[in-house]
Each structure stands twice: as structure tokens, then as C-alpha cells.
């Protein structure tokens, strides 16, 4: 079982590599990189590849470990009590099983996602650490233990907004997913737009890239805002002229690249000295 990259998704060998170590080994892939990178369409695409169904949990700041285990809907139950019904005499009625269980009791490997583990309380990681080192949990409620079938395929996404625990990092196999340089990008902006002109396709770049560059930009723009811009680009007809030309130092439609007012008074202030300079 080895990945490949795949007809939407441009893999690196590097990144290729490390989707193939984390299977060798059996341990989660851990997927670092700046947003927008695709840390998570690689973990939906390499699912598809291999062929294994993909469960998903996109972690929020107020997600607990125990809900990717299961969840035991007291109040429910309670409410059924009172209303007599017969569902209250099994308590497995009221289990919720999470994606872990659902992994786990699978008839046939899955891929499980763990998007966004950084947004999580601090303790989070440590809480899943035996279930994901020994691919077991006790469920109190029915007083069984739930072993895994199959080790699932498991990919976690941080955008390192938090530093994540020595203890978790040392049962991942780690892999920080770099920008993209300019032929990479290429690639990947001809898989979405084929018959994109190879003119409007190196100004565009150009814009790009220098956006990038730009010292104390608060927010930089990433890879799929670039296919957004080139979308809205070829929706508006627009030319290589006038993406190089750009309108009072910003390039057209600019809001699909810089996502906040700070950035976009940076590149106003930056032509305005530009073109000060010139006169």
C-alpha cells in the first residue's frame, strides 16, 4: 500500500514519502505547515488513493479527547425513563460512538483525519495518547474494551498555533508540508485550470510570488487563495496587462489575495513611496 500523489493532489516526493513511513510504521502522520498548504485535502486525497473511507474530526477549542472515543447521552436516557420507554434498559441505546470507535470497529481500514489538533485545549494530545499508541479504549458505560480491527490510516493537521506535547510528538512520524515554490505551484494551478493562458499564468505568479515577499505583511496569501484569485481572473476576462498593471499598487481584485485592511494600506503606502521615488 503505497501513495502516489494522485490527479488532484501534486505530492512532493518528500511528502510522498513520509504518507508512506507513517503506514510502514503504523503510526499518525502529524502535518505541520502554514495555512492553506493542504494538509487537509492530503489526508482526503491519499484516503482516496488507498481506497479507505475517510472519517474526519475538525477539532474546535472546546473539543474533548472522550467525544473521539464516545459521548454517554444521560439526558436522554433520563427523558426516555420518564416517558417509559423500553430503549432505557440498554444502556448502549445512549452510547455515541466517536470517530475513534467508529475506526476501530471497522471491517476494513480506515483513514481518520484529526484536523486542526492546535485549536485544542493544551491537554488534548496527552488524552489521546494510550488510544493512539495502543489502538485501544475501556468504554465504562458497558464495561467493554474496544480494540481496534484494523490500525487505521491517521493524519493530524496543526497550523502551530501551540506548541504540541513531547510525549504525543514522540508516537507521530512528522512532516512540516514547505510552501511551494514556483514549479510546484505551476503544477498545481494546472491541474485546476488546464487551459489557463501561459501568459496570464506568469503574471499572475509574478504577482504572487512578490505578494509573498512583501516585508510586514500581516497576512500572507497561500495556495488556495491564488486559485481563487485566478478563478475570479478568468471569470473577469481579465488580461496579463492588467494583472501586471494592477490598480494604486494592488493587483486586480486584490480581496481574494489580502484578507485584511492593514495589508492592503501596506501596498497602497509601498507604491505611493514607489512612485514618489520614480518622479
Known sequence: MKFQGT??????????????????????????GEPGTGKTMLAEEAARALGMPLLEWHIKSTTRAQQGLYEYDAVNRLRDGQLGDE??????????????WQAFEADAPQALLIDEIDKADIEFPNDLLRELDRMEFYCYETRERV??????????TSNNEKELPDAFLRRC????????????????????????????????M?????????????KKPSTSELLDWLRLLLAEGATPQQVREGQNGTPPLAGALLKNEQDLELLHHMAARAAAAYR
Do not use: C, Q, S, W
Open 7 to 32: 490527479d488532484r493532489y501534486i505530492a512532493t516526493p518528500e511528502l510522498r514519502l513520509a504518507v508512506n513511513a507513517a503506514i510502514t510504521l503504523g503510526r499518525p502522520l502529524l502535518i505541520k
Open 87 to 100: 430503549r432505557v434498559h440498554d444502556i448502549r441505546n445512549y452510547i455515541v460512538k466517536g470517530v475513534l
Open 147 to 156: 480494540r481496534a480491527k484494523h490500525r487505521p490510516l491517521v493524519f493530524i
Open 173 to 204: 512520524f512528522f512532516h512540516y508540508i514547505r510552501f511551494p515554490d514556483e514549479e510546484t505551484m505551476k503544477k498545481i494551478v494546472d491541474v485546476h485550470f488546464p487551459d489557463l493562458h501561459a501568459g496570464l499564468l506568469m503574471e499572475a
Open 206 to 218: 509574478r504577482v504572487f510570488y512578490a505578494l509573498r515577499g512583501v516585508p510586514g505583511l500581516k
